[in-house]
């Protein structure tokens, strides 16, 4: 079945903003307007940040269309790192639930996630201050050196193996130093008005999403607390600049492990269903596919990472390709050492996807782990979570400049015995995309 894909050019595009629509309301109004021009009764929302799906749900709202449909998880279902990291790891001290977890609660979802299997790196989820942090580091059992990694931030932006008090307490004041900004028009954000009268409840109230580009923004003590950390100030007609700390409010620490990195792309089981798989001889030696029928999700091909020279920790995508220093697992150890990962990796996709079965996003999810030794070999040896991504990078080379782009979803899904590849998960994604009306429900839900 053809698909039509529609741009805000109508022609090949000169310019790398020319290959979406803007995530503004007028963007997503334009989007619609060419959809009823090219006479489509559906349409699908790609969206490009989850911290804009509320936006565009509202735009969408107002277009007054049928057929419209979302390719993004519900904004609820996302939290910041430290949330993502206290999730995962199933095992918070009592009484330290951090209010940083916006999906769910934060005792539900921890619970949820322990139930699924008891894999957990110590960490604190929740510094924001530099004072007591040592101390607290080494309350909660932690050694230095440790992860340290803001609350905000674009894939491992900001991430740093800190190896003393002294560098933990520099890192934090550095987090706190950065700041972003961005000229917008003042219409254009829900809730900046109120922000630049000084009413930065009221902004929040007006508009959760406004902290998309500072976090999650959620009607929480952090909502409110990165609200009154906006400095907003109007700068021509109709136009205001905002300023906000780039890294979010806070930073989580967590235990350094020393074993391999891994990460696992699970998907929706259903969502197989709309991709025919290749048959057994065409599969990976060592791999298929994973699809659990009992929790409703399948785990792709892991892909196994190795840093750069002697840093520990993957830089972003945007800095070094993934594909300069990522492969399937199986091509990245050899047939030789295939015996004593296999075990690991398996064991590891099944906790992946019972985090899915928790998360329940409609969409692909990513889990990012690291081995608790450096030799598989080792009784001891698991893979343990230590980052959950809800909208994971879904790159693919094509666009003219970008031939060697990729994501690590992508890469899953190539290195999976699929027929068609991540061109053929794309076009899942794009069929099994709840409709508007789902989506809001799955939010309120939430």
């Not at 949330?83 to 951090?98: N, Q």
């Amino acid at each position: 079945m053809g698909r039509t894909v529609l741009l805000p050019q109508g022609g090949p595009p000169g310019e790398d903003s020319d290959w979406s629509f803007p995530d503004s309301e007028q963007g997503v109004a334009e989007a619609l307007a060419a959809a009823d021009s090219a006479g489509l009764e559906q349409v699908t929302l790609w969206v490009n940040s989850v911290g804009s799906s509320g936006l565009v749900e509202r735009a969408a709202r107002a277009h007054g269309r049928a057929g419209v449909f979302m390719a993004c998880p519900p904004k609820g279902r996302v939290e910041d790192k430290a949330a993502t990291a206290a999730a995962t790891a199933g095992l918070l001290p009592s009484g330290r639930a951090p209010s940083l977890l916006v999906w769910r609660s934060g005792a539900d979802a921890s619970r949820g996630v322990a139930a699924a299997g008891e894999y957990s790196p110590k960490g604190l989820w929740q510094v924001v201050g530099t004072q007591a942090a040592a101390q607290a580091v080494d309350a909660a059992g932690l050694v230095f050196p440790v992860v340290c990694k803001p609350v905000c931030g674009r894939g491992s932006e900001g991430v740093k193996v800190v190896s003393s008090a002294e560098e933990l307490r520099e890192y934090g004041e550095a987090c706190w130093a950065a700041v972003a900004e961005e000229e917008v028009a003042v219409d254009a954000v829900p809730g900046l008005e109120q922000l630049l009268q000084g009413r930065p409840d009221e902004a929040l109230m007006a508009d959760p999403g406004i902290h998309g580009r500072i976090g999650k923004g959620s009607v929480t003590e952090l909502g409110r607390t990165l609200a009154r950390n906006v400095a907003a100030t109007r700068c021509g007609q109709g136009r205001a600049r905002l300023q906000w700390p780039r890294f979010g409010c806070g930073f989580v620490v967590e235990e350094l492990l020393p074993g391999p990195e891994i990460t696992v792309a699970v998907v929706p089981a259903s969502m197989l269903g709309h991709v025919a798989a290749a048959t057994e001889e065409a599969a990976r030696p060592g791999w298929r596919a994973l699809c659990r029928p009992e929790n409703g999700f399948a785990a792709l091909t892991p892909i196994a990472r190795t840093p750069s020279g002697s840093s520990t920790v993957m830089p972003y995508n945007g800095v070094e390709p993934v594909a300069l220093n990522s492969l399937p697992f199986d091509q990245a150890v050899g047939e030789l050492d295939l015996a004593d990962w296999e075990p690991a990796v398996a064991a590891a996709a099944r906790l992946c996807q019972d985090i899915a079965a928790v998360v329940k996003s409609p969409m692909p999810i990513r889990v990012d782990m690291r081995g608790t030794a450096e030799s598989l070999r080792d009784d001891a040896f698991r893979f343990l979570p230590f980052d959950v991504n809800i909208k994971p990078n879904a790159t693919y080379p094509g666009r003219p400049g970008r031939e060697g782009a990729t994501s690590l979803l992508a890469m899953a899904a190539d290195a999976t015995p699929l027929d068609g590849g991540f061109p053929a998960l794309a076009r899942a994604i794009v069929d099994t995309a709840p409709s508007l009306e789902d989506w809001s429900e799955m939010q309120s839900g939430l």
